[in-house]
């Protein structure tokens, strides 16, 4: 299985500031996803993120608000910009593992709050 | 309409007893896959098991097995002996195989609760 790892795991923010998260893969993938979950909700595709091309964003989620960088095949960052306390999630980034079932592995999660 | 139901918000069970957890989707794909996911209260997602709608057996991983009807579209989780670890949030997710980003779609989710 491939081994993902977030930064941060954690963190509290001000409204109106930005935060970048970090996404390791152990691993080369083409595809990247990341997922955002509000309290108490389930898991939102943000977008997916290619090597080499623009990430493709869901409805509902817009570059200005979420840049996404992808600069190479183990790593990915996701911006969540201008903050409100709507924006209090956990921030997920996933590959799709094609040597198992298909399924997605997840990183453990980035779990913003804004005040 | 939601491509994954899980009408269930919460559900307890006894330590030591079978539980099912509901899912339902809705596709039009006859190629997907189903999936589960076992989210504790510290925000991992922890794949469980994987039923591919081709599939002539019901899939089984240890303590869990999948309750797969195609004609009905529902993928039940079933988990036998439940320990307390096993409290958690639960989703069900699909991906349809015409869809050429291979992202998953999860359901609303389940929280399980295991007394002692």
């Known amino acids: 299985s491939a081994v993902i790892s977030q930064k941060p795991s954690r963190d509290i923010c001000q409204r109106g500031t930005s935060l970048t998260i970090q996404c390791q893969v152990d691993?080369?993938?083409?595809?990247m996803f990341w997922y955002r979950q509000q309290p108490g909700q389930s898991l939102t595709l943000i977008a997916t993120?290619?090597?080499?091309?623009?990430?493709?964003?869901e409805s509902g989620f817009v570059i200005d608000k979420f840049p996404i960088s992808r600069p190479n095949l183990t790593f990915s960052t996701l911006t969540v910009s201008n903050m409100s306390p709507e924006d209090s999630s956990i921030y997920l980034c996933?590959?799709?593992?094609?040597?198992?079932?298909?399924?997605?592995?997840f990183g453990e999660g980035s779990r913003l709050t804004v005040l | 309409a939601q491509k994954i139901t899980q009408t269930q918000p919460g559900m307890f069970v006894q330590e030591k007893e079978a539980v099912t957890l509901d899912c339902t989707y809705d596709?039009?794909?006859?190629?997907?896959?189903l999936f589960w996911y076992k989210q504790p209260s510290s925000g991992e997602m922890i794949f469980l098991i994987y039923?591919?709608?081709?599939?002539?057996q019901n899939a089984t991983e240890g303590r869990y097995s999948l309750n797969f009807q195609k004609a009905r579209k529902s993928a039940n989780l079933v988990i036998s002996a439940s320990q307390l670890g096993d409290s958690a949030m639960y989703f069900c997710?699909?991906?349809?195989?015409?869809?050429?980003?291979?992202?998953?779609?999860f359901g609303g989710g389940t929280r399980l609760m295991v007394k002692p």
């Open positions: 996933s590959v799709y593992w094609r040597k198992g079932a298909g399924e997605l592995f």
């Open positions: 997710a699909m991906r349809e195989n015409n869809n050429a980003g291979n992202m998953l779609t």
């Open positions: 691993s080369q993938v083409t595809m």
């Open positions: 993120a290619n090597q080499g091309s623009e990430a493709t964003y």
């Open positions: 596709t039009s794909d006859p190629s997907y896959g």
């Open positions: 039923q591919g709608s081709y599939d002539q």
